[in-house]
């Protein structure tokens, strides 16, 4: 009986990315941590409780960001755990919910290690985990990891292949150096399935070259004009591909929800603060402009637990039909 319920899990999780991405159609996750407005010191055993209760109210993502170092200069003040220790807790959490990641700095991690972290993750989740990939916002931690920032466009090509080879249909390692006594390598266990790779930001790509490789684009919420013009930027990249394949577009963006649910959308910076109907009529809007996923960064004034029962109650049945 057991076997039979893990092959059944394993059937539903065998297309992550389209319980998450499809056309015509917009689903919502969360952006860990959750938190308050104004709170910078994340309860992490809150954290897994609070991911558990968003994966048994039916939203469809959790995203995890990678944050290696702290600065007083940095604008976000909030200290991160490692993205895989993370994933690897919410693998455990969790049964439904895809986990991704928004994004692991590509640049900044040797790619056959960004791999076998993915591939683990895969493994633990049973199929759940969508590998998104940025190449980091703040271009001084390029010289703390030994780095030249001004490499990190060619830098993201290069991992980009070396994890697809890794992690596709057909594993396989490329090393950095081929002595002529090298063994050939692989990464083991293999995980249940290939790991779809999600461009988070541009890394420095074009949208040509994000359209060619991955199943899509992640970006930062901006006004309603800014961002039509950038999807319609996308679509003409996808449209160029000549192919049917399916290429999603997704949003990150904040959201300060007010307990009054008549509330007007405000706009803030990267998002809004609304009332739930305002809020779903900009999620509506966004669905007919060509929006696949919305990941939503919380901030109120409001418990965590009761915003996210709120949405999962009045927001996500117009969207998760």
């Known amino acids: 009986m057991r076997q039979h319920a893990q092959l059944t899990v394993s059937a539903a999780n065998s297309h992550i990315d389209r319980r998450v991405f499809s056309a015509g159609h917009l689903s919502i996750g969360l952006t860990l941590p959750l938190l308050r407005a104004g709170q910078i010191v994340a309860d992490f055993s809150e954290q897994i409780e609070l991911a558990a209760l968003a994966d048994s109210l039916g939203f469809r993502a959790l995203w995890?960001?990678?944050?290696?170092?702290n600065s007083a200069?940095?604008?976000d003040p909030v200290g991160h755990l490692d993205p895989w220790v993370l994933l690897g807790a919410l693998a455990s959490h969790t049964k439904q919910i895809a986990l991704a990641s928004g994004a692991i700095v590509l640049t900044l991690r040797?790619?056959?290690?960004?791999?076998?972290?993915?591939?683990s993750v895969q493994t633990l989740s049973n199929g759940r985990f969508i590998l998104?990939?940025?190449s980091g916002d703040r271009p001084p931690e390029y010289a703390a990891f030994g780095r030249d920032a001004e490499e990190r466009r060619e830098l993201y090509r290069a991992h980009w292949e070396t994890v697809a080879a890794a992690l596709g249909e057909?594993?396989?390692?490329?090393p950095d150096l081929r002595p002529e006594d090298a063994p050939e390598f692989m990464l083991l266990p293999r995980p249940p399935m290939a790991v779809p790779m999600l461009a988070v930001g541009s890394g420095g790509q074009s949208v040509?070259?994000?359209?060619r490789h991955s199943i899509g684009w992640m970006t930062y919420h901006r006004e309603p004009e800014t961002q039509r013009a950038r999807h319609s930027m996308w679509r003409a990249a996808v449209d160029r591909l000549q192919t049917d394949a399916f290429r999603a577009f997704g949003v990150a963006m904040r959201l300060d929800l007010s307990d009054d649910p008549h509330e007007p959308a405000v706009p803030l910076s990267l998002g809004y603060r609304a009332g739930r109907h305002a809020l779903i009529n900009v999620l509506d809007e966004m669905r007919a402009n060509g929006?696949?996923?919305?990941?939503?960064?919380?901030?109120?004034?409001?418990p965590v637990r009761d915003v996210i029962e709120e949405l999962a109650a009045e927001v996500l049945p117009h969207f998760h039909a």
């Open 170 to 174: 057909t594993p396989r390692v490329i």
């Open 208 to 211: 040509d070259w994000i359209a």
């Open 291 to 302: 929006t696949h996923h919305v990941s939503l960064n919380l901030g109120s004034d409001r």
């Open 110 to 119: 040797h790619p056959l290690h960004i791999a076998k972290g993915a591939g």
């Open 64 to 69: 995890v960001r990678d944050v290696p170092l």
């Open 73 to 75: 200069d940095y604008p």
């Open 132 to 134: 998104g990939l940025g």
